[in-house]
T-cell receptor, first 113, second 112 residues
Framework: DQQVKQNSPSLSVQEGRISILNCDYT??????FLWYKKYPAEGPTFLIS?????DKNEDGRFTVFLNKSAKHLSLHIVPSQPGDSAVYFC????????????FGQGTTLQVKP | DVKVTQSSRYLVKRTGEKVFLECVQD?????MFWYRQDPGLGLRLIYF???????EKGDIPEGYSVSREKKERFSLILESASTNQTSMYLC???????????FGPGTRLTVL
């Protein structure tokens, strides 16, 4: 039972345009969500997070939106750059609960110059 | 900066061998995790530990065991490696106040 789903395995966008990566979850108890970025042969690096008490969090070119009623979150990257090409994982957790994260399957983003 | 190191970046082993993957963190974090990453499956939790000598099974513990003798070190053990354990193995620790996990660089294990 996949509690966190990223239904798009891949996404290709042109440099300078917006990239939108989507993530759905099934457990309404999740209260903290994170996005990680992973390059080949490297460990994932933390990108941005959002608490369930918010519906938006912004950090530079990266914005995460949370729609609790739809159990959906999205990561917007504006403007997209070739260096953003990587695999993006969303993750969900119950805050304060040992830190155990549930990850989605990942979406491979390719930003074309 | 949180630093998580893993003993090997690449490892090739034969079926039936016992394999040790080591992970060390330098931030005195209590919780540590072992995941494997496979294409199309994301990161799946194998085991985690929230204190020295404490361990809990994750979602896919079969075929694995762990050891946490010191706070900074968390080892993953494949008792008898099999080809379906060929994968990228990732260790992580967590900064509890922010609930953010920090990952090591990963070990690409190939079992022949």
């Amino acid at each position: 039972d996949q509690q966190v789903k990223q239904n798009s395995p891949s996404l290709s966008v042109q440099e300078g345009r917006i990239s939108i990566l989507n993530c759905d979850y099934t457990n309404s108890m999740f209260d903290y969500f994170l996005w990680y970025k992973k390059y080949p042969a490297e460990g994932p690096t933390f990108l941005i997070s959002i608490s369930s008490i918010k519906d938006k969090n912004e950090d530079g070119r990266f914005t995460v939106f949370l729609n609790k009623s739809a159990k959906h979150l999205s990561l917007h990257i504006v403007p997209s750059q070739p260096g953003d090409s990587a695999v993006y994982f969303c993750a969900a957790t119950l805050s304060g609960n040992t830190g155990k994260l549930i990850f989605g399957q990942g979406t491979t983003l390719q930003v074309k110059p | 900066d949180v630093k998580v190191t893993q003993s090997s970046r690449y490892l090739v082993k034969r079926t039936g061998e016992k394999v040790f993957l080591e992970c060390v963190q330098d931030m005195d974090h209590e919780n540590m995790f072992w995941y494997r990453q496979d294409p199309g499956l994301g990161l799946r939790l194998i085991y985690f530990s929230y204190d020295v000598k404490m361990k809990e099974k994750g979602d896919i513990p079969e075929g694995y065991s762990v050891s946490r003798e010191k706070k900074e070190r968390f080892s993953l053990i494949l008792e008898s490696a099999s080809t379906n354990q060929t994968s990228m193995y990732l260790c992580a620790t967590i900064d509890t106040p922010s609930d953010t996990q920090y990952f090591g660089p990963g070990t690409r294990l190939t079992v022949l």
